[in-house]
């Protein structure tokens, strides 16, 4: 029985069938190995950023089920449980981070039409929603605190400060990464794997964005609908 | 698209200053080297503090005048107190299972290892993976400090001024006293619960909440890397064993060391903001009624911690089953038996890992009908760890083994593996944990799977890979006089535990001399303990062989072990960027050892196609249903 | 090499099964009537066990042995495995590890998932940081209630709230005292942190969590005196948090429970009986 380069067959179709910043990014599931295709060097993917900002978003997602169980298990462990009345500021952040979504993904196509004003315009619209989303969730501690409402006032808000300081502080990252991505557009790039990375990098922060929404939408459901 | 003409077949540059090239390294095989000086570093505090340990429970009331000298508060007059002697236990425990146990295989042999087996230049996110280990080293640093603030009374005076409770140092201990476990609400409660409950647990609980993050930056860039860097022809049923452990434990990191980290964030919420996550109301602690607290669960904290800490115990021991494969099959010069079954026991080991915390909770006070269901599937994680020790077996069957140091301790691995993970068989059961659990049986079990099993994996690493990462042989002399020594030892230590877990000795006591049914346990203390001396001063001797090894050593050439793998493809040490700016391509599976027909006795992943490769003596091949692509 | 290998595997071997096969190093004695079951289950465990371990140590220093590299130019067997026995052995694990753990559940179903039998003897169990408090309900046979207000150290640590009815013949001493061949049933609570009750004679463990107050029961069946320690890490003095269960003949027992407290009659009478009974030899 002959050895046959099956393999090698597939790795050329591959770098045919694909190329550039859409190309069959190396996902590597397939036999044929990931990443390498075109010629002989170590050239960059895109998936590689896509690939590690859903296994991120998978970390994170522990982490909030596991303060989401303990949220859980406590409502039901003794009659202390007094839920909050919603702070009606919130409905307001909730509608930045919202839109805030809408806004990323026009600015994520305008890239991929290689629309560069239109990506750094809504770019900054999007950095804009977010940090108005945090100055609101501040605006809704300031108000609790006002009501002398505090982290320790009782278990509902514990878990209230807890879940919008933790969720917050991963969007503080996720303006961070906006930020980023809008000084990098400033840097003029020229080289193909630079304008990989720089794709790349816009795709996994429209993922990340996107799910930094959707956390949000789940937490405001548990923390003022749940029963 | 233009092609810019500049970045074709590009080497990047490797960095010129000292501080670029050894500190701020971006490069994984530096980073690889900088975890496992780190886990060098931690073992011998937690191998310290065991050997201290053991004089306490041997001589009790003995003055060690230099104790007193180093801990006039905590060893007054040289006496070690209880508080001292569970803070010992408590950091030992912390010091290795995360420090030594969670940072060598996986960030250190991993991280070295995995991007050149499977034909990447570097880990998918060479920045994050700079961070992962200084952010570890922060969280080491923190452990420390704990140590002093706890120890030392003018540290401690300085924490004290942050808060009464939370914060309270200089009890004389070595850290906080809880165990590594931390139970609340000992944990939760502050000072007020004893000595050692104050700054201690409040820096553990940051130390290791640093810890968790770590971790979750190098679980990401090992998952991202495996699944989108690999070379040509490196398939995955083609990628050697130990790329899959570790790509399953940095599974089992992501998913379990946020579990950790939320738990943490909410036992120090309960300290220092007054929350009540795990503290019940009616709390009488000291002499006094604890005010503002009411409502919380302490099974809540047991249930988050040991829904990481299960899997993290597989964290600790799958890169040393990896490692166990791969050199037991290179010195065997044969295929590793069954590689499918392997890759499907990992997995399965991997999975079943996360539905079986609740063993560490028999007695906990939960629902007992989900012991039951927990107690079920925990004897059944023991079926795919017996089908890995069948196939090592099976290894070595019709083998032609060579007996080097790496070796050794691959096949010291599958005895003293055997030999813990089988009494797991005892204490899964709920009717017989009755009488195990916190009983010495379950730290013998623990030790010897943990505590050696995972040990030897990393030294069979060391001795295997140490030629590659420096270009010199590690001396094999002192490496055969290593092994025996401990291997010899570390039966010594740990099998009279399960003796002493017989008699129903508790664990976590300072002192035995209390109760009538332990008087019959003197003579194994002593004997554990004299084993524990020799058995840890024969580590001195491999300190001194890795080290003087470095500069000393024989030179290595590229592929002294005759192995099949990429690294050995490479010059002992690699160039900055691995493969020199040329992209490997792989032809066959990485246990190609013993082909018939072929010119050495082993294939190379990289010896191109050409060889015909038939099946073996009548038996069905174990690597797939479509002939022999290999 | 090879040889000396395998020599020390088998030696190990022997010297580990020599130190279970001897009972040199052995549980106490059952005094429950659960725990003979419960011994017969660890020895059908630990024979399992002990074949396994003697298999695979064997095993492995036979290979070791019988293939050693030698100077002739014979390869190793070039085999990738063998599917048949994979399978093979992968079912025969599985069937023994599986047919275990399903037997080692009927004891603990026995005493967790039913409740107690109707004529148990109940005491509640108030554990401390470094003490055991043990509640008895009186002739009336009803605990009184308690609360953590009404607690005190040194004259009340269980916290009774004399305001009930039913505290007033209660008596709270720091021995535990059953009656043998009679089925008694603990409610388990802390004041404080989580400790564990633990006496090995009697083959049986439970913590005692804050907050919770949790059922237990079993029946003790021998007359004697045995040590009770605690078995979850509770503070500095965890290792003595010491004290005593008592297994009374029924009448002594229903003598004993009969007498009130307020003079200290239940305390003197119990620790007579204290002193009458020795611990066993060990």
Same mark, same amino acid.
């Given at each position: 029985m002959a050895a046959t380069v099956t393999n090698t067959d597939r790795v050329i179709d591959a770098a045919i069938g694909g190329g550039g910043p859409?190309?069959?990014? $190396? #996902? $590597?599931?397939?036999? #044929?190995?990931?990443? =390498? =295709?075109? $010629?002989d060097d170590f050239r960059f993917s895109p998936a590689r950023y896509r690939v590690g900002v859903w296994v991120a978003i998978a970390s994170i997602v522990m982490l909030f089920t596991a303060l989401s169980s303990a949220y859980i298990v406590r409502s039901a462990s003794s009659n202390d449980w007094t839920p909050l009345v919603l702070p009606k500021v919130l409905w307001l952040s909730s509608a930045f981070i919202v839109v805030s979504s809408i806004t990323m993904e026009i600015s994520r196509r305008s890239l991929k039409a290689q629309n560069n004003r239109g990506y750094r315009l809504w770019l900054t619209n999007t950095l804009m929603l977010g940090i108005g989303f945090v100055a609101a969730q501040l605006f809704a501690w300031r108000q609790l605190a006002r009501q $002398?409402?505090?982290?320790?006032?009782n278990p509902h808000s514990s878990f209230f400060y807890l879940f919008t300081a933790a969720h917050g502080l991963h969007v503080l990252g996720g303006i961070l990464a906006l930020t980023y991505l809008l000084l990098r557009t400033r840097r003029k790039t020229d080289t193909v794997e630079g304008e990989l990375k720089r794709v790349g990098a816009a795709d996994a922060a429209t993922v990340y964005w996107h799910f930094l929404d959707g956390l949000w939408i789940c937490l405001f459901l548990l923390l003022f609908f749940w029963k | 698209m233009a092609e810019a003409s500049h970045d074709v077949a590009h080497r990047h540059e490797p960095p010129k200053s000292f501080i670029r090239k050894y500190i701020f390294s971006l490069d994984h095989k530096v980073i690889g080297i900088q975890y496992i000086l780190l886990a060098l570093s931690a073992v011998i505090v937690g191998m310290l503090m065991s050997v201290l340990m053991r004089m306490n429970l041997s001589w009790p009331g003995t003055h060690w005048p230099i104790m007193g000298t180093l801990f006039p508060t905590g060893a007054p007059g040289g006496v070690m107190s209880a508080e001292f002697y569970l803070s010992l236990v408590t950091m030992h425990g912390t010091m290795m299972v995360f420090f030594v146990l969670t940072t060598a295989p996986q960030g250190g042999f991993g991280n070295y290892i995995l991007p050149i087996q499977i034909g990447a230049e570097d880990m998918a996110f060479p920045f994050l993976n700079m961070m992962s280990f200084w952010v570890t080293f922060v969280g080491f640093l923190v452990l420390l400090l704990a140590i002093f603030a706890e120890g030392n009374a003018t540290v401690g005076a300085w924490f004290t001024k942050l808060g009464? !409770?939370?914060?309270?140092?200089? !009890?004389?201990?070595?850290?906080?006293?809880?165990?590594?476990?931390?139970?609340?609400p000992l944990s939760a409660l502050g000072k007020v619960a004893g000595p050692g409950q104050g700054a201690g647990v409040t820096l553990w609980i940051i130390s290791i909440a640093i810890f968790c993050v770590g971790s979750l930056l190098g679980a990401l860039n090992f998952i991202t890397t495996l699944l989108n860097m690999?070379?040509?022809?490196?398939?995955l049923m083609r990628m050697p064993l130990t790329c899959w452990a570790w790509f399953t434990t940095a599974v089992l990191a992501l998913l379990s060391f946020p579990v950790l980290l939320g738990g943490g964030i909410l036992l120090l919420l309960d300290r220092i903001a007054g929350t009540s996550f795990f503290i019940p109301g009616g709390e009488y602690v000291s002499g006094a009624l604890i005010p503002n607290h009411a409502g919380g669960s302490p099974l809540l904290w047991q249930h988050l911690f040991w829904f990481f800490g299960h899997p993290e115990v597989y964290i600790a021991i799958l890169p040393g089953m990896g490692a166990t494969s791969h050199i037991l099959s290179t010195f065997a010069r044969k295929p590793i038996f069954g590689y499918r079954a392997m890759v499907f026991a990992i997995f399965a080991i991997g999975m079943l890992g996360f539905f079986v915390w609740g063993h560490h909770m028999f007695m906990s006070g939960m629902s007992p009908y989900s012991a039951v269901a927990f107690s079920i599937l925990t004897l059944s994680i023991g079926v795919p760890s017996a089908i890995k020790t069948f196939n090592w077996i099976g290894t070595l069957w019709g083998a032609k083994i060579r007996f080097t140091t790496p070796m050794l301790f691959a096949i010291g691995f599958v005895s003293v593996f055997v030999a813990g993970g089988i009494t797991g068989l005892v204490l899964g059961q709920t009717s017989l944990d009755f009488f195990?659990?916190?009983?010495y049986f379950v730290t013998a079990h623990f030790h010897l799977v943990m505590g050696v099993a995972s040990i030897f994996g990393m030294f069979a690493a060391t001795y295997f890979w140490f030629p590659k990462m420096f270009g010199r042989m590690m001396h094999e002399g002192m490496g055969k006089l290593h092994f025996w020594v401990t291997f010899v030892g570390v039966y010594a230590i740990f099998i009279p535990f399960h003796a002493m877990g017989m008699l129903g000795m508790p664990r976590r %006591?300072?002192?035995?001399?209390? %109760?009538e049914f332990l008087k019959n346990s003197h003579g194994l203390v002593l004997f554990v303990t004299v084993a524990a001396i020799v058995t840890v001063s024969i580590q001195l001797l491999f300190y001194f062989n890795f080290f003087w090894s470095m500069f000393k050593g024989k030179k290595a050439t590229d592929n002294p072990w005759e192995a099949t793998t990429l690294e050995w493809t490479i010059p002992s040490p690699p160039p900055h960027d691995n493969f020199a700016g040329v992209v490997p391509t792989v032809y066959h599976g990485p246990y190609e050892f013993s082909v018939p027909g072929a010119p050495r006795d082993f294939i190379m992943q990289t010896e191109p196609e050409g060889v015909e490769v038939t099946a073996g003596l009548g038996e069905t091949s174990g690597n797939g249903g479509n002939g022999h692509k290999h | 090499m090879g040889r000396i290998l395998a020599i020390a595997i088998w030696f190990i071997t022997v010297a580990s099964l020599w130190m279970f096969l001897s009972h040199r190093w052995w549980f106490p004695e059952a005094i429950s009537e659960h725990g003979p079951r419960v011994d017969s289950q660890f020895a059908i465990t630990i024979l399992v066990c002990g074949i396994a371990f003697a298999a695979a140590q064997i095993g492995l220093g036979w290979t070791v042995w019988k293939y050693r590299d030698s100077a002739d130019k014979q390869r190793a067997t070039y085999s990738h495995g063998n599917n048949r026995l994979e399978v093979v052995w992968t079912i025969v694990t599985a069937v023994v590890f599986i047919s275990l753990a399903v037997m080692g559940q009927r004891v603990w179903a026995s005493l967790h998932l039913h409740a107690a039998p109707a004529n148990a003897y109940r005491i509640e169990v108030v554990a401390q940081q470094f003490d055991w408090n043990f509640h008895y309900p009186g002739k009336d046979n009803l605990l009184g209630r308690t609360k953590p207000e009404m607690i005190d150290d040194a004259t009340n640590p269980v916290g009774l709230d004399e305001a009930d009815p039913n505290a007033k013949d209660d008596a709270q001493v720091k021995t535990l005292v059953v009656p043998a061949n009679r089925p008694v049933e603990l409610i388990l609570e802390s004041k404080d942190v989580t400790h564990s009750f633990w006496v090995p004679q009697l083959r049986f463990k439970q913590d005692l969590v804050p907050g919770m107050a949790i059922h237990v029961h079993f029946t003790a069946n021998k007359v004697g005196k045995y040590e009770l320690a605690c078995a979850e890490l509770c503070g500095m003095n965890h290792f003595k948090m010491k004290s005593y269960m008592l297994v009374l003949p029924e009448n002594e027992f229903d003598e004993l429970t009969a007498l009130p407290n307020d003079k200290g009659q239940f305390l003197t009478r119990k620790d007579q009986l204290l002193a009458k009974y020795p611990l066993p030899t060990y």
């Amino acid at each position: 029985m002959a050895a046959t380069v099956t393999n090698t067959d597939r790795v050329i179709d591959a770098a045919i069938g694909g190329g550039g910043p859409r190309g069959r990014g $190396g #996902n $590597g599931f397939r036999k #044929n190995g990931g990443g =390498h =295709h075109e $010629g002989d060097d170590f050239r960059f993917s895109p998936a590689r950023y896509r690939v590690g900002v859903w296994v991120a978003i998978a970390s994170i997602v522990m982490l909030f089920t596991a303060l989401s169980s303990a949220y859980i298990v406590r409502s039901a462990s003794s009659n202390d449980w007094t839920p909050l009345v919603l702070p009606k500021v919130l409905w307001l952040s909730s509608a930045f981070i919202v839109v805030s979504s809408i806004t990323m993904e026009i600015s994520r196509r305008s890239l991929k039409a290689q629309n560069n004003r239109g990506y750094r315009l809504w770019l900054t619209n999007t950095l804009m929603l977010g940090i108005g989303f945090v100055a609101a969730q501040l605006f809704a501690w300031r108000q609790l605190a006002r009501q $002398g409402v505090y982290m320790a006032s009782n278990p509902h808000s514990s878990f209230f400060y807890l879940f919008t300081a933790a969720h917050g502080l991963h969007v503080l990252g996720g303006i961070l990464a906006l930020t980023y991505l809008l000084l990098r557009t400033r840097r003029k790039t020229d080289t193909v794997e630079g304008e990989l990375k720089r794709v790349g990098a816009a795709d996994a922060a429209t993922v990340y964005w996107h799910f930094l929404d959707g956390l949000w939408i789940c937490l405001f459901l548990l923390l003022f609908f749940w029963k | 698209m233009a092609e810019a003409s500049h970045d074709v077949a590009h080497r990047h540059e490797p960095p010129k200053s000292f501080i670029r090239k050894y500190i701020f390294s971006l490069d994984h095989k530096v980073i690889g080297i900088q975890y496992i000086l780190l886990a060098l570093s931690a073992v011998i505090v937690g191998m310290l503090m065991s050997v201290l340990m053991r004089m306490n429970l041997s001589w009790p009331g003995t003055h060690w005048p230099i104790m007193g000298t180093l801990f006039p508060t905590g060893a007054p007059g040289g006496v070690m107190s209880a508080e001292f002697y569970l803070s010992l236990v408590t950091m030992h425990g912390t010091m290795m299972v995360f420090f030594v146990l969670t940072t060598a295989p996986q960030g250190g042999f991993g991280n070295y290892i995995l991007p050149i087996q499977i034909g990447a230049e570097d880990m998918a996110f060479p920045f994050l993976n700079m961070m992962s280990f200084w952010v570890t080293f922060v969280g080491f640093l923190v452990l420390l400090l704990a140590i002093f603030a706890e120890g030392n009374a003018t540290v401690g005076a300085w924490f004290t001024k942050l808060g009464e !409770s939370a914060w309270a140092g200089g !009890s004389g201990t070595v850290g906080s006293i809880g165990g590594w476990t931390q139970y609340a609400p000992l944990s939760a409660l502050g000072k007020v619960a004893g000595p050692g409950q104050g700054a201690g647990v409040t820096l553990w609980i940051i130390s290791i909440a640093i810890f968790c993050v770590g971790s979750l930056l190098g679980a990401l860039n090992f998952i991202t890397t495996l699944l989108n860097m690999r070379t040509r022809g490196m398939s995955l049923m083609r990628m050697p064993l130990t790329c899959w452990a570790w790509f399953t434990t940095a599974v089992l990191a992501l998913l379990s060391f946020p579990v950790l980290l939320g738990g943490g964030i909410l036992l120090l919420l309960d300290r220092i903001a007054g929350t009540s996550f795990f503290i019940p109301g009616g709390e009488y602690v000291s002499g006094a009624l604890i005010p503002n607290h009411a409502g919380g669960s302490p099974l809540l904290w047991q249930h988050l911690f040991w829904f990481f800490g299960h899997p993290e115990v597989y964290i600790a021991i799958l890169p040393g089953m990896g490692a166990t494969s791969h050199i037991l099959s290179t010195f065997a010069r044969k295929p590793i038996f069954g590689y499918r079954a392997m890759v499907f026991a990992i997995f399965a080991i991997g999975m079943l890992g996360f539905f079986v915390w609740g063993h560490h909770m028999f007695m906990s006070g939960m629902s007992p009908y989900s012991a039951v269901a927990f107690s079920i599937l925990t004897l059944s994680i023991g079926v795919p760890s017996a089908i890995k020790t069948f196939n090592w077996i099976g290894t070595l069957w019709g083998a032609k083994i060579r007996f080097t140091t790496p070796m050794l301790f691959a096949i010291g691995f599958v005895s003293v593996f055997v030999a813990g993970g089988i009494t797991g068989l005892v204490l899964g059961q709920t009717s017989l944990d009755f009488f195990f659990h916190d009983t010495y049986f379950v730290t013998a079990h623990f030790h010897l799977v943990m505590g050696v099993a995972s040990i030897f994996g990393m030294f069979a690493a060391t001795y295997f890979w140490f030629p590659k990462m420096f270009g010199r042989m590690m001396h094999e002399g002192m490496g055969k006089l290593h092994f025996w020594v401990t291997f010899v030892g570390v039966y010594a230590i740990f099998i009279p535990f399960h003796a002493m877990g017989m008699l129903g000795m508790p664990r976590r %006591y300072s002192n035995f001399s209390e %109760y009538e049914f332990l008087k019959n346990s003197h003579g194994l203390v002593l004997f554990v303990t004299v084993a524990a001396i020799v058995t840890v001063s024969i580590q001195l001797l491999f300190y001194f062989n890795f080290f003087w090894s470095m500069f000393k050593g024989k030179k290595a050439t590229d592929n002294p072990w005759e192995a099949t793998t990429l690294e050995w493809t490479i010059p002992s040490p690699p160039p900055h960027d691995n493969f020199a700016g040329v992209v490997p391509t792989v032809y066959h599976g990485p246990y190609e050892f013993s082909v018939p027909g072929a010119p050495r006795d082993f294939i190379m992943q990289t010896e191109p196609e050409g060889v015909e490769v038939t099946a073996g003596l009548g038996e069905t091949s174990g690597n797939g249903g479509n002939g022999h692509k290999h | 090499m090879g040889r000396i290998l395998a020599i020390a595997i088998w030696f190990i071997t022997v010297a580990s099964l020599w130190m279970f096969l001897s009972h040199r190093w052995w549980f106490p004695e059952a005094i429950s009537e659960h725990g003979p079951r419960v011994d017969s289950q660890f020895a059908i465990t630990i024979l399992v066990c002990g074949i396994a371990f003697a298999a695979a140590q064997i095993g492995l220093g036979w290979t070791v042995w019988k293939y050693r590299d030698s100077a002739d130019k014979q390869r190793a067997t070039y085999s990738h495995g063998n599917n048949r026995l994979e399978v093979v052995w992968t079912i025969v694990t599985a069937v023994v590890f599986i047919s275990l753990a399903v037997m080692g559940q009927r004891v603990w179903a026995s005493l967790h998932l039913h409740a107690a039998p109707a004529n148990a003897y109940r005491i509640e169990v108030v554990a401390q940081q470094f003490d055991w408090n043990f509640h008895y309900p009186g002739k009336d046979n009803l605990l009184g209630r308690t609360k953590p207000e009404m607690i005190d150290d040194a004259t009340n640590p269980v916290g009774l709230d004399e305001a009930d009815p039913n505290a007033k013949d209660d008596a709270q001493v720091k021995t535990l005292v059953v009656p043998a061949n009679r089925p008694v049933e603990l409610i388990l609570e802390s004041k404080d942190v989580t400790h564990s009750f633990w006496v090995p004679q009697l083959r049986f463990k439970q913590d005692l969590v804050p907050g919770m107050a949790i059922h237990v029961h079993f029946t003790a069946n021998k007359v004697g005196k045995y040590e009770l320690a605690c078995a979850e890490l509770c503070g500095m003095n965890h290792f003595k948090m010491k004290s005593y269960m008592l297994v009374l003949p029924e009448n002594e027992f229903d003598e004993l429970t009969a007498l009130p407290n307020d003079k200290g009659q239940f305390l003197t009478r119990k620790d007579q009986l204290l002193a009458k009974y020795p611990l066993p030899t060990y």
